[in-house]
C-alpha cells in the first residue's frame, strides 16, 4: 500500500518534500518506510547496534528541521544518510567507545589480495547471476537472499546495499562510513561472496 501511495501521490524527491514540509502525514509515513531502515543500518554500521535505533530517530529530527534548507543537490536518501552518519561519528565520538571500523575484516590475511596501490589484485566478485526481474520472481531464492543478507555483518550490508543497491560511489561510501577503500572492497567482496555463495547452494539443491 506504501509503495502504490509513493508511485501515485509522491513519486519524486521534491513531492515527497513538499508533502512534508506542509505537514502530510502520509508524505512522513512514506518517507519512514522507504528510508529508516536503511538509516538504521547505516547507524549500525558505525557505532553498533546498541545506539542505531537512537542515531536513526535524532536524524529524522534533525532533517526534519533542516528539510526546508534541503536543496536537491543529492537524493533524498543520500541526505538522509549522511545526516545519519554524521549523527552517528558524533555520538561515537562523544561516547568516546573504542568502534573498530575495521572489525569483521581484518581477520583474514588480504596482504596477498592487495597490490601496492590497495587495489585488488583479482577483481572483486561479480554478480554472475540471471537478470534481478528472475531471481526475484523465485519466491523462495528471494527469501534466501533476504536471509542471508540479514545474517551478514552491519558493515557488509551498509557496502552492499549502498554500492549495489543504491549507486552509490566508493569514494562516497568510505566517506559516509568513515573506512578506507580497501576495507570497503573487502567488504563488498565478502558480503557478494555470502550472497552468491547460498544461490549457488540453492540452485544446486533444485
Not at 542505531?52 to 534541503?70: N, P, T
Not at 567507545?97 to 590497495?118: G, I, Y
Not at 527469501?143 to 555483518?153: A, D, S
Request: charged residues 20%; hydrophobic residues 40%; glycine residues 4%.
Amino acid at each position: 500500500m506504501t509503495d502504490k501511495l509513493a508511485q501515485n501521490d509522491f513519486g519524486n524527491d521534491a513531492a515527497l518534500i513538499q508533502g512534508m514540509l506542509v505537514g502530510d502525514s502520509t508524505a512522513f509515513e512514506i518517507a519512514v518506510a522507504l528510508y529508516h531502515s536503511k538509516m538504521v543500518m547505516i547507524a549500525k554500521a558505525i557505532i553498533g547496534e546498541a545506539f542505531a535505533e537512537e542515531i536513526a530517530q535524532d536524524a529524522w529530527i534533525s532533517a526534519i528541521r533542516s528539510l526546508a534548507d534541503f536543496g536537491g543537490r543529492s537524493s533524498l536518501y543520500t541526505w538522509l544518510v549522511q545526516i545519519t552518519a554524521n549523527a552517528a561519528k558524533t555520538r561515537l565520538r562523544r561516547e568516546k567507545r573504542q568502534v573498530s571500523l575495521d572489525e569483521n575484516w581484518q581477520q583474514v590475511d588480504n596482504a596477498d589480495r592487495f597490490d601496492h596501490t590497495a587495489h585488488w589484485r583479482e577483481p572483486i566478485s561479480q554478480w554472475d547471476l540471471e537478470t534481478p526481474e528472475t531471481i526475484l520472481a523465485n519466491h523462495q531464492l528471494s527469501e534466501i537472499i533476504r536471509q542471508t543478507f540479514e545474517q551478514l555483518p552491519p558493515q557488509q550490508q551498509a557496502v552492499l546495499t549502498l554500492y549495489d543497491l543504491e549507486g552509490e560511489s566508493m569514494t562516497e561510501i568510505c566517506n559516509i562510513l568513515d573506512i578506507s577503500a580497501s576495507n570497503a572492497r573487502v567488504l563488498l567482496h565478502r558480503a557478494r561472496s555470502a550472497i552468491q555463495q547460498r544461490i549457488h547452494q540453492y540452485q544446486e539443491s533444485v
